[in-house]
């Protein structure tokens, strides 16, 4: 399992993620790309969050992170509204901005490379 969670949720028109990152990062909670909570975790227990959904009357929120709950180890994340509780899903981690991975070179590549010299 990766060290980097994150959880990404659409809900009436807007975008929930929450990013749980390595052991000293903290946990972020991001509305509409937007951080609006932010906590430091632990690794035992649940970390709760609260937040506000945006709108003409904003909805309180709140996000429980629940370590060592999934099947592999990792986190699992809970968004809890007067609606009910719901499961966030889990999502590949991006790459930053500005980090394109390499495609994979072969031999071809490393000829052309060496012929170029």
Do not use: N, Y
């Not at 052991?23 to 709760?48: F, I, N, S, W």
Request: with cysteine; proline share 12%; hydrophobic share 30%.
């Amino acid at each position: 399992m990766s060290h980097d969670s994150r959880f990404h949720l659409d809900r009436d028109g807007h975008s929930i993620t929450v990013c749980v990152g390595r052991a000293r990062d903290p946990v972020e909670v991001l509305v509409d790309g937007k951080v609006v909570a932010t906590c430091q975790k632990r690794r035992r227990g649940v970390t709760v969050l609260t937040a506000e959904l945006p709108g003409d009357a904003p909805r309180p929120c709140a996000l429980r992170v629940e370590w060592a709950a999934a099947a592999d180890g990792g986190p699992v994340c809970h968004l809890e509204t007067e609606d009910g509780r719901t499961l966030v899903p889990r999502v590949a981690p991006t790459p930053p901005p500005g980090l394109t991975p390499s495609p994979p070179r072969g031999p071809f590549q490393r000829l052309r490379r060496s012929l170029r010299r």
